[in-house]
């Protein structure tokens, strides 16, 4: 019998949220409290055209590779891009001013067309007081061609709102209902709510997702609580420590910047992945668990940038006063502690080698052996030795070709990162890495290039290779996320059977009206799989898809 106590639900881990984000603010509110905008959502299309900027060198932000933004750094950044737009091209400035529309607020006076300036469905207040209300429609039709014929569409309405109170508090949420239909197999599919695991026909799916936030500004710090997700790091595809490919869950946040530096913690409050609580499971495993982190980013002179950051999984407690801290060390913390806490360590860096051109990359040592000599000289063969590495480059305008950016990543994940001696502390949420979507004991390598022939149109084609293995070493495998991990043996990066999957797509978008879209994506995939998912080895087959689909935002 499963017993569940008031901590699992989460209209009453809200209330905790709200109550702990007062405390906090009444706790360091020294002073006067200034209005503050929201975040600007992962995903908006600003964020690739801010990384051309980036690329080119025409602003500097320190913090810029820890996401989302606030709509006051974004701010930031459309006022330097504007200070140099004599560098842009012509279809940058159109680019730009369509950005500084959604910002007319903030921005002040601006020089902009009255036709880029961003409409709402709904707006009530004056400048200084203002809320506005937003709807959206999407839908999309996928077809699939492969070893199972697959035929599905997805409509979304979404509902969003954010305001702006001078002097008092800013405040976004997002209401979205989805419904899934079409014809293929039996899925499988995440209780939200409580974690469980459950089959449905995927003939007919509905379900619901809120999410919301609240800003404060004082004279040094935001600090943010509500329901959302982050990326750190300098890659827009994936993060090896904290990915924008984790579900948003309830958090509370905040950002200090001071000295030249910005510093950013959270805790997070988790439920755990499906195979929770389902009887007589070895897995059986509470269900809730919780997620902190810190970050601090360094910014050296106009082409340098560096970070490093740390994370710990916990559960099968309550909170811990250690974690709370944002100013602990998990390391330390957790060596006082247990020792059982799933802790992470990473670094990145970017060089802006030429304008037009920067370099990248990300380490992530996950529970560090660093303080192991032994070990720490063998990170190629000892077991113990869990990483990712990261590398990848991103050119503007490469070989002259106006308009067009390049895009190189390569990403190399060792074996058991991503496992704990604790299965509660496994670092994934709702079935879904808390970093890179890879799996353990894998490498990919993606290569995109994207082009704009006009304002309104952008067509993009890509490729890449990914490779798993799964050794299985006395029927532990180190590609399995859930492996034991106390047998003193070393790794095999990619040794025994390998599954190779390699992928082209290709990409067009229209943007027929003002944030209203029509696009169209192929993607063609060869797979070669191992006996391990019941395949003959050696054996190959295609998985085609065509995607259509229609998105408009009022």
């Known amino acids: 019998m499963i017993r569940r106590s008031w901590k699992a639900y989460p209209r009453c881990q809200c209330i905790k949220l709200l109550v702990i984000g007062l405390c906090v603010t009444v706790w360091l509110g020294v002073g006067p409290v200034r209005a503050q905008t929201v975040h600007l959502p992962l995903g908006h299309w600003a964020y690739d055209l801010m990384d051309r900027f980036d690329t080119r060198g025409l602003f500097k932000l320190v913090g810029y590779d820890s996401k989302p933004l606030t709509r006051r750094e974004v701010t930031d950044i459309i006022r330097q891009v504007n200070a140099n737009r004599s560098r842009l091209t012509d279809l940058e400035r159109d680019l730009l001013d369509e950005l500084t529309g959604e910002f007319v607020d903030e921005l002040g006076e601006t020089s902009v067309p009255e036709r880029e300036v961003e409409s709402h469905l709904v707006t009530i207040g004056n400048p200084l007081n203002r809320l506005y209300l937003d709807g959206r429609v999407h839908h999309r039709t996928e077809l699939i061609a492969g070893p199972v014929d697959q035929a599905r569409n997805e409509t979304i309405l979404s509902l969003r709102g954010r305001s702006r109170f001078d002097g008092v508090v800013a405040f976004s949420g997002d209401l979205q209902y989805r419904n899934v239909s079409g014809v293929g197999p039996v899925d499988i599919t995440v209780d939200r709510p409580r974690g469980l695991l459950y089959s449905i026909d995927d003939r007919n799916r509905h379900h619901s997702l809120i ?20 990326h750190w790091g300098p890659a827009l595809r994936t993060s090896t420590i904290v990915s924008n490919q984790v579900p948003p869950f ?93 802790r992470n360590i990473a670094f990145d860096a970017l060089y802006r080698a030429r304008p037009n051109l920067k370099l990248y990359t990300q380490l992530h040592i996950s529970d560090w052996w660093i303080t192991e000599f032994a070990r720490a000289i063998k990170p190629f063969k000892d077991r113990s030795a869990r990483w990712i590495a990261l590398a990848g480059l991103r050119a503007v305008d490469p070989y002259g070709l106006d ?55 952008l067509l993009s084609v890509h490729s890449q290779m990914t490779r798993h293995s799964n050794t299985w070493i006395d029927n532990i495998g180190d590609g399995d996320i859930y492996g034991v991990e106390d047998l003193a043996r070393d790794k095999d990066f990619l040794g025994g059977e390998m599954e190779r999957t390699m992928s082209t797509g290709l990409h067009a978008r229209l943007e027929f009206r003002r944030r209203q879209f029509i696009e169209m994506r192929y993607s063609a995939t060869r797979i070669r799989p191992v006996d391990f998912i019941n395949q003959v080895p050696g054996a190959i087959f295609w998985d085609h898809r065509v995607l259509f689909q229609v998105s408009l935002d009022y």
């Open 211 to 230: 999410r919301g936030s609240m800003v404060f500004r004082f004279r040094w710090f935001r600090f943010f609580f509500g329901k959302g997700n982050m």
């Open 250 to 342: 309830p958090m509370y946040k905040f950002i200090a910047n001071l000295w030249g530096l910005k510093y950013t913690y959270f805790h997070g409050f988790m439920v755990n992945d499906g195979l929770d609580h389902i009887p007589g499971h070895p897995l059986d495993i509470p269900q809730r668990k919780y997620w902190a982190g810190h970050r601090l980013d360094f910014q050296f002179g106009d082409n340098v940038r560096f970070a490093a950051q740390e994370t710990i999984v916990y559960g099968e407690r309550g909170l811990e006063p250690l974690y709370i801290l944002p100013v602990t060390t998990y390391y330390v913390a957790d060596q006082n502690l247990a020792g059982d806490d799933k």
């Open 403 to 457: 308009n067009t950016d390049l895009r190189i990543e390569y990403t190399r994940m060792e074996p058991y990162v991503y496992t704990q001696r604790r299965p509660r502390n496994v670092y994934q949420y709702q079935l879904r890495h808390l970093g890179t979507y890879l799996q353990p004991n894998s490498d990919n390598i993606f290569i995109e290039l994207r082009h704009r022939p006009r304002r309104d149109w």
